[in-house]
């Protein structure tokens, strides 16, 4: 690899990655606008209930996407077929895995009484959960077609769907829930809306790019490529929402409402954390995917050194900050949830690594074996849930969560050992270039900020 073409990739990813964290905070200040509105417009047994919804409808996610996501992005990256075939592939995939969840919830809700009342103790009405299982097609279309333009690595354009997607979220919600006051009615009516104006927005853009209707056709190839590389993903997605899912369910199962409405103000906050080495999981993805081996030993180390010491940095400084957030953002009445935030911080801190690392198997072909890890301390995660929620609570819940994002991350890095013969200190611990680095940002930060040392008696007033 040439000194040229280093210096070009550094710069690309770097401006790739300072792209999508400038929009991910958009989306962060707009989402902690929108979780605000609802717990405070809702209370903790609304803010519970809608959890609970949300659960049930990531979970069908979950269960039929097949693992298209990381397949799209993969095959996109790798050119092996054009971007109409794939398109098309998805919108066809996506409409027919779409409709299931929703015949799936009434066959359940006619067949099995302890369903029902499942969802009458968590006071959710079956006919909004079944309008927003409907608008399925629509969010699986929007994921897969978002995740094949992060292939073609678009981060511009996936960036602004993002952004324009969560604001439009905020208006509505303030228009529907707020002004209006329509509680979860209103949440669905936001929803449908949303999901309609995105996917319009998101043709414009495919047009845009010179993708039009003559060019999307059905190639049997590309849809069995996608299909077998994704079921390897798709243990991962059963294995995610085990690791990160499954603690809201088995609350919602054991303790009240009102318990999961403070859970999920903890599980909010906490993920909001997670912004940065989402980002950089992100955008490095692609990247593997399409790079060198060289390029690949070189850049995915510098990036879990620099993400690790990062995310620890942020994480405490909302560790500090946490009780009065809670305070000032959501009110005293979910002052209960900052233990479990307190334990679901550092959480978030040891799967920063992670999302680094499973980034860099996906990219080399080893979905699989991401999958087989996050199942492995899924299961963990689920037996500590069921053993600790009844007798700690929410608290319970957290620490299952730390012990497994712990779990997971000692598996993947011993994994990205075994595969690559890099040493696990080269990802954990700082060189010299790196604390170099850190040196001329903070410079940097001072110059732009005026920072001078102050002196007593300086003159200054």
Sequence with gaps: MTEKSQKTTNGSFKSHSIQTLLARLV????????????????????????????????????????????????YVGRQEFTLGEIVFALILLALILGLLPAFGFMIGLHLFPSFRGYLLANAI???YMSWLLVLLPFSLS?????????????????NLLAVFGSGLQFVLTVLLLMGLQLGIFGLIIEASVSAVVNIGLLCYFLQRMS???????????????MIKYGTKAHLGSISWFMNYRA????????????????????????????????????VLFPYIASATEQEKRRLTPLVARQTNIMAWLS???????????????????????????????????????????SSDLGGRGYPGLVSLINLFSGLANIGLNIWLIPWLGIGGAAIATLFSYSLAVVLEL?????????????????TRADWQQY??????????????PYYPGSGSS
């Design 27 to 74: 989306i962060f200040a707009t989402g902690l606008g929108t979780s605000i509105l609802i717990a405070r417009s809702l209370g903790p047994e609304g803010r519970g209930t809608w959890a609970v919804m949300l659960l049930i409808s990531s979970m069908a996610v979950m269960l039929v996407s097949l693992g298209l996501q990381p397949a799209a992005t993969y």
């Design 125 to 127: 009405n079956p006919i």
């Design 142 to 158: 929007h994921q897969f077609i978002t995740a094949a333009l992060l292939g073609l690595r678009q981060f511009n354009i996936s």
């Design 211 to 225: 993708l039009h209707r003559h060019d999307l056709r059905w190639n049997l190839a590309a849809g069995q490529a």
């Design 247 to 282: 603690d809201v369910f088995i609350i919602s199962m054991y303790l009240s409402t009102a318990a999961v409405g403070y859970y999920s103000v903890s599980v909010g906050l906490a993920e909001k954390l997670y912004i940065l080495p989402s980002v950089i999981g992100t």
């Design 315 to 357: 994480c405490g400084g909302m560790w500090l900050l946490a009780y009065p957030a809670i305070w000032l953002l959501y009110g005293a009445d979910f002052l209960p949830a900052w233990p479990s935030t307190m334990i679901l911080i550092p959480a978030i801190a040891v799967l920063s690594l992670g999302r680094i690392i």
């Design 414 to 430: 011993a994994a990205y050992v075994r595969i690559t013969n890099i040493p696990a200190t080269t990802l954990l611990i700082p």
């Design 439 to 452: 040196l001329t940002w903070i410079g940097v930060a001072k110059k732009h900020l005026n920072l001078k």
